[in-house]
């Protein structure tokens, strides 16, 4: 099975769509899936696909934001030679692609109007004409679709055809994004490690760091399972000691100290004032709940020195800079703690 098919989770919201999905396979009938970026709605147009009677046929796939207004007609119906300028020969669509099988069409919400009035009339009388044709050409396709706008909110503002969201809309699947699916992000980290561990050719997967979990879980993950999945196979691709948890966690790749600064005009620069440094991340503290000021203080010390020292690769040097401490501070800080000292100065 293909490396990127796989459903992996256990929350209750993210198998009730699964179990939802599985339902409507078998149903002919169109079915709209809503989700975030990377909540896995292609995955879930393949299981439609693939649990269905039309298993066997193809499955067509259509990125509609991903080609100009003035190509996107020709790529779902087709085109006669001659219909336009670069037409030097007839082509099919992806309509007559799919025929007896499915046609997956991504972002639809990004069709034009008139592309969503012969889409309207191909899922009504299921036939199609290519552009530069008069003649109607039947087809038998399943049509899923997949978007993360609101479509019903589009529709009341005139940007989306009513007549076309009611019959795409037999049967909505809203996939929940990653943050709301309890236990996930730590089943998910687990895999997506094992896996890009194998790939390396570690000889046994070490785990995360306490404090590289706490990370994971804090995390809002706006790019949902493809980020968690781009996160957790760089941790594992830079980490050099798999005999060591996995410790340092990095979320945003293009975060450097040496990354460009924005161009501004010198009026700007001039007006504006200096941006305050950022503190280190540290885990919240329930303060209702604190009974011994030193421990929660120490617990909370702790913390902040774990992951520095993770953010920084347990170069001592960097990490006590940016905690604006001395080397020997930073060192004394470490010891009082019980620290591992894994240097990379």
């Known amino acids: 099975m293909d490396r990127t098919s796989h459903f992996v989770g256990q929350s209750t919201a993210f198998l009730d769509s699964v179990e939802r999905a599985s339902r409507a396979a078998s149903l002919n009938r169109p079915v709209l899936v809503i989700g975030e970026r990377g909540t896995g709605k292609e995955l ?26 003035t190509l996107i007609e020709a790529e779902l119906f087709g085109h006669e030679q001659g219909a336009f300028t670069g037409a030097t020969r007839a082509r099919a669509g992806r309509f007559e692609e799919a025929d007896k099988g499915t046609l997956f069409l991504d972002e639809l919400a990004t069709l034009s109007m008139g592309a969503q009035e012969r889409l309207l009339r191909a899922v009504e009388y299921g036939e199609v004409t290519r552009i530069g044709s008069s003649r109607a050409i039947k087809v038998d396709v399943r049509i899923v679709a997949a978007t993360n706008e609101d479509l019903p909110r589009l529709a009341d503002e005139g940007r989306f055809r009513s007549d076309l969201l009611d019959r795409l809309s037999f049967e909505v699947i809203t996939l929940p994004p990653l943050r709301v699916r309890e236990g996930d992000i730590m089943v998910l980290s687990d895999y997506f490690g094992r896996r890009m561990a194998a790939e390396l050719g570690w000889d046994h997967w070490p785990g995360f760091s306490e404090a590289a979990l706490r990370s994971l879980e804090e995390y809002q993950w706006p790019g949902n399972v493809r980020e968690l999945r781009n996160v957790i196979e760089r941790a594992i691709y830079r980490w050099q000691d798999f005999n060591q948890p996995v410790a340092h966690i990095v979320f945003d790749p293009f975060d450097s100290p040496w990354k460009p600064a924005p161009m501004a005009h010198a009026q700007d620069r001039s007006e504006a004032a200096p941006a305050a440094p950022r503190p280190p991340a540290a885990p919240g503290v329930e303060l209702d709940a604190v009974s011994d000021l030193k421990a929660a203080v120490d617990t909370h010390e702790k913390a902040i020195l774990e992951a520095a020292l993770a953010r920084h690769r347990y170069n001592q040097r960097q990490t006590a800079r940016a ?5 020997d501070q930073l060192r004394h800080a470490m010891k009082k703690h019980g620290l591992s000292d894994r240097s990379a100065d």
């Open 44 to 69: 879930i147009a393949e299981r439609l696909h693939q649990l269905s009677r039309r298993w066997s046929e193809p499955l067509i796939t259509l990125n509609c934001a991903a080609l100009p207004e």
């Open 323 to 327: 905690l604006g401490l001395s080397y």
